[in-house]
């Protein structure tokens, strides 16, 4: 099961000099990926337990749309085990104008994490 979102970092996502993107902004997309898994799998929201690995690739400004996608590769009684990836797939071109973007042929990873979500067996409605 898989789930995917994307989304343009804006000036209010900038967090550091540069229009440096803080990368929890990449985990908070990653929590919500996680939810939609769950809603999918459960029919409940669920709640993240804990992340037990992250990587952070590569710099996200902000004008770039990032794609985060999820997958549940793992079951336990009330545990799900998911893997994330985040993605740049668009940058702008502020060098050509402040308008111009370009769609980038491949993908840049920025982000990968793997973590566990549960949902209580009273809450699991599949």
């Known amino acids: 099961m898989?789930?995917?979102?994307r989304v343009r970092m804006g000036s209010n996502?900038?967090?550091?000099?540069?229009n440096l993107v803080d990368g929890a902004k990449?985990?908070?997309?990653?929590?919500?990926?996680?939810?939609?898994?769950?809603?999918k799998h459960d029919g409940d929201e669920g709640l993240?337990?804990?992340y037990d690995n992250i990587e952070f690739l590569a710099p996200v400004y902000a004008g770039d749309y990032i794609e985060a996608v999820g997958e549940i590769v793992g079951f336990g009684n009330?545990?799900?085990?998911?893997v994330f990836e985040a993605r740049k797939v668009i940058v702008p071109l502020p060098?050509?104008?402040d308008s111009a973007a370009e769609f980038l042929?491949?993908?840049?990873?920025v982000c990968k994490a793997s973590g566990t979500c549960v949902v209580?067996?009273?809450k699991q409605r599949r």
């Open 2 to 5: 898989k789930a995917m979102i």
């Open 13 to 18: 996502d900038a967090h550091y000099g540069g």
């Open 26 to 39: 990449m985990l908070q997309l990653f929590g919500d990926v996680a939810t939609e898994l769950l809603i």
């Open 48 to 50: 993240f337990k804990a």
């Open 78 to 82: 009330t545990s799900r085990k998911m």
């Open 95 to 97: 060098d050509i104008n």
């Open 105 to 109: 042929a491949e993908p840049i990873v």
């Open 120 to 122: 209580p067996k009273d």
